[in-house]
């Protein structure tokens, strides 16, 4: 016997019954997503490598270390999406949605990314995200309706202990000057910084405040915070975004060293956050204004603003939470013509839109009623010689154990299951 081929090391296959999680996830989300009238977008999975290196930022952790690049038969750089917003706004562009469609242009996509990190619960290599983008906005109610548009989300599914961390990275006119009051205070506190500090200092001093060493976060208690060097027109846009959140009774606070780790944010960033069951890895949402992103990639400044929350994290949320497969109809038979007689009833059934589910082995009736109760069915429709002889199905209530007798065919069984 050959070994068995098991899924790569960061990798992993999605089950039943944990897809059904997975389909309410997914289900919910495209809900809201139509509600606040943001449109799907579907783009490749693999894209040229320097739109990464470009749109990320050569400096990340992303795409410094944990791309999966190769070159292709080509002789072409590709990369597997490592992130989703790179590659929308490519698809903007290239798409010319900013002049076809109104603006801003509200998009939506969904599927897997890939990084090459260090598996653990809640990060895989393969790991899927669902995302928002708006594109063509300044106004920071866009950032707040971004906002409260993952807290609708979150709140339908039944999601507790959610956190929203806000920030803002200031613009091109604060943040240099930000930039240069923090390389001065790391200048003396260079030996206590790990190795992974000190070359984001030099290559972008703001990831140093994202650093999760133990020893760096206490050090970075003491840095200087961006809010207090805010320009003016920074500082309003961050309270208009606050005045929208409080307007709807989002409640947040102010997460001074919230950085993020791409570099095509600016002002607002934020972060919701659970505060139990994910440990260290406890953000489940993540994202922001990215004002520059559009003309770094080719087009004509832009505003922009978005997020993405990974769906295996959000499912440990909701592991607890019980879905059943809903089964109308458990077809049993006994006898060859009652065995076609259900088949036939099964597939009207299913045109019509209920759920059926048949026995496909020769068992005892107890054996597939218990097959039925099994699979949660709500109905058990009885066919044997006799109801075959007669075109009839008996249809048991599994609930209430009421029996009733129909004629075999999909509009009498829906009068009576109510449909």
């Known amino acids: ?37 943001y449109q799907e977008i579907r783009t490749p999975i693999f894209e040229a490598t320097e739109l990464f290196t470009r749109g990320v930022g050569e400096a990340t952790d992303i795409v410094s270390k944990e791309m999966y690049t190769f070159t292709d038969r080509g002789d072409r750089q590709i990369t597997l999406r490592p992130e989703g917003t790179a590659g929308v706004v490519r698809a903007y562009l290239q798409g010319k949605l900013g002049s076809t469609q109104p603006l801003p242009v ?14 653990q619960a809640g990060r895989q290599r393969q790991f899927h995200q669902i995302g ?4 063509g906005s300044a106004e920071p109610k866009l950032d707040a ?19 929203v961390q806000l920030n803002s990275l200031g613009c091109a ?38 650093c999760k ?10 840095a200087p915070s961006l809010q207090d060097v805010l320009c003016e027109g920074c500082v309003t846009h961050q309270t208009a975004v606050m005045g929208y959140l409080d307007a709807v009774g989002i409640r947040y606070a102010i997460n001074p060293r919230l950085v993020r780790g791409l570099d ?31 003309e770094e990639l080719g087009g004509a400044p832009t505003p922009a603003v978005g997020w993405a929350f990974g769906v295996e994290r959000l499912a440990i949320l909701l592991e607890d939470l019980e879905i059943a497969p809903r089964v109308d109809m458990y077809l049993v038979a006994m006898g060859d013509a009652a065995e076609k007689a259900a088949f036939k009833l099964a597939h009207e059934l299913r045109k019509s839109g209920m759920t059926v589910e048949l026995s496909y082995a020769k068992r005892k009736l107890d054996k597939q009623f218990a097959q039925a ?14 109801e075959a002889s007669r075109g009839e199905v008996k249809v048991k209530h599994l609930a209430t154990r009421e029996e009733q007798v129909s004629e075999a065919n999909a509009a009498s069984v829906a009068r009576i299951l109510g449909r």
Not at 108 to 114: C, R, S, V
Not at 173 to 180: A, G, H, K, S, V
Not at 373 to 386: K, M, N, V
């Open 1 to 37: 016997m050959a070994n068995p081929i098991n899924a790569q090391r960061g990798t992993r296959d999605v089950l039943p019954p944990e897809t059904r999680l997975w389909q309410l996830i997914e289900d919910k989300a495209r809900h809201f997503f139509d509600c606040y009238h």
């Open 106 to 119: 509200k998009l939506w996509y969904g599927g897997p990314m890939f990084r090459y990190e260090r598996p």
């Open 132 to 135: 928002v983008e708006a594109l």
């Open 145 to 163: 309706e971004v906002i409260t548009l993952a807290i609708d989300l979150f709140d339908a599914l039944g999601v507790k202990g959610l956190e």
């Open 173 to 210: 006119e604060c943040r240099p000057r930000y930039r240069d009051t923090l390389v001065s205070f790391f200048e003396n506190r260079k030996a206590d910084y790990c190795e992974t500090c000190l070359t984001r200092m030099d290559s972008n001093p703001l990831r140093v405040l994202d």
């Open 213 to 222: 060493v133990p020893g760096c976060r206490d050090i970075n208690t003491e």
């Open 264 to 294: 095509y944010y600016t002002r607002t960033v934020f972060e919701i956050v659970a505060t139990e069951k994910l440990g260290s890895q406890n953000t489940v949402c993540a994202g922001g204004r990215y004002d520059g992103l559009v």
């Open 373 to 386: 109760e099994r699979i949660h069915a709500t109905t058990i429709g009885i066919i044997g010689e006799d």
